[in-house]
């Protein structure tokens, strides 16, 4: 029953995506677990009230709407059809809708052309909105029809709008996903426009995305997205569940591709490649690989693993010189360095390139051995997004 859902911290995450039809304009149904975050411990029979939503709107103006239940269940009545005329949203588009607790409800509005709708608010309201609010970020939905399992196109109009002319003869997109992985998928560029395509099919496998499910893209610039999934009801997958606990995580990449690396021939594998990267940047495990020389790859996607020593945190981290000129690394630069993509949390290192190795050095590169607490032992993936910023994923002796 809603009314027993006590659990604030569940309900301040109750998130629901819709499809607008012409009945949706003045009833909207809406989920049983939505709906109870706002009900007022009222009755649940037919046309009883279940409370009242306070819908944030772009422009700086908060609308009450009703929260209403009858036999089909859940729905927002009284106020709805008024703040969807207000905010220009027509048929066919989606809105996904957010409890931010308090009773707030935020959305988001997709219009015919799959992209987010900007709406123009005040500068002062910009400047106030909490993190939570409604993001202005670039984003785009999909469903997956029969025809996407394989391949699917990003929405022309997304693209025209947000890729900048240097990133649109790009070969790759990088997708991260809730997990903590990160995923590097092949692009395609026709006639037709772009494509995620290479290592899409085992990206929508390994997350449990079937046809009918609906992905919302987030777009965080340089190729690099981070997404959601719905399923047919427009709840939120859980994605959360999927792997419980460092070890199954692990037997789950022995058995599944992983996420950017592809398998090597049976004559290239180490024995360091059972210990595949953990759903986590930072996490524990009772037994690791000891590793004597770099391990590391270039192709498809590049990224190098290293043990760390003593000198290592005193001083330098050298890497191979080959692997330095792949990448692109081959003059002194600035390198950032990110255990989550998502986090404004970063530091910036010296490279420094010589004739026979390349290496990273200086207070930066201190400054990350001392704050992620790495000891002598643990092990470091440096997995290379571009030659300049690099995502780290870290392994506890």
């Known amino acids: 029953m809603p009314s027993s859902r006590s659990n604030a911290g569940a309900r301040a995450v109750a998130k629901q995506l819709k499809v607008l039809v012409p009945p949706s304009f003045h009833k909207m149904r809406i989920s049983d677990e939505l709906a109870g975050c706002f009900d007022a411990g009222g009755g649940v029979g037919e046309g009883a009230p279940g409370g009242t939503a306070l819908v944030v709107s772009p422009f700086g103006k908060v609308w009450r709407v009703e929260v209403g239940r009858d036999g089909d269940g859940a729905f927002l009545g009284r106020g709805w059809a008024g703040f969807l005329a ?7 588009w989606f809105v996904v809708l957010r409890h931010e607790g308090g009773g707030a409800l ?48 990003i929405p022309a109009r997304f693209v025209k709008r947000y890729v900048t002319e240097e990133y649109l003869n790009s070969r790759t997109a990088v997708i991260f996903s809730p997990l903590g992985k990160f995923w590097q998928i092949e692009l395609e560029n026709d006639q037709s426009g772009m494509f995620f395509a290479g290592g899409w099919s085992q990206f929508l496998e390994f997350h449990g995305i079937s046809k009918g499910d609906i992905l919302l893209l987030r777009y965080e610039g340089n190729m690099v997205f981070k997404f959601k999934a719905f399923g047919l009801s427009g709840c939120q997958k859980d994605f959360k569940n999927k792997d419980a606990g460092i070890n199954q995580n692990i037997e789950m990449q022995q058995e599944s591709p992983s996420p950017i690396r592809k398998r090597k021939d049976n004559d290239e594998k180490s024995s ?51 692997f330095c000129r792949r990448i692109g690394f081959q003059n002194t630069c600035t390198i950032t ?15 420094v390139a010589y004739k026979n190795y390349c290496c990273i050095r200086g207070d930066g590169w201190k400054s990350f051995c001392h704050e992620n607490r790495l000891k002598t032992g643990d092990l470091c993936t440096f997995n290379i997004i571009e030659t300049t910023l690099w995502h780290v994923e870290i392994i506890r002796h």
């Open 337 to 351: 360095l990110k255990t989550e993509m998502d986090s404004t949390r970063s530091w910036k290192v010296h490279g």
């Open 272 to 322: 360091s490649e059972k210990n595949k990267t953990p759903k986590s940047s930072v996490t524990f495990l009772n037994a690791k690989p000891s590793l004597k020389k770099p391990d590391y790859q270039i192709e498809p996607s590049s990224w190098i693993r290293k043990e760390i020593t003593t000198s290592m945190l005193e001083c330098l981290l050298s890497l191979p010189m080959k």
């Open 106 to 153: 935020t959305f988001k509005a997709f219009d015919t052309s799959f992209c987010i709708k900007e709406f123009a608010a005040p500068a002062a309201v910009m400047a106030s909105r909490s993190r939570k609010g409604v993001s202005c970020k670039p984003q785009f939905i999909r469903i997956i029809y029969p025809n996407f399992t394989e391949k699917m196109i």
């Open 86 to 92: 207000a905010h220009g949203v027509g048929v066919g």
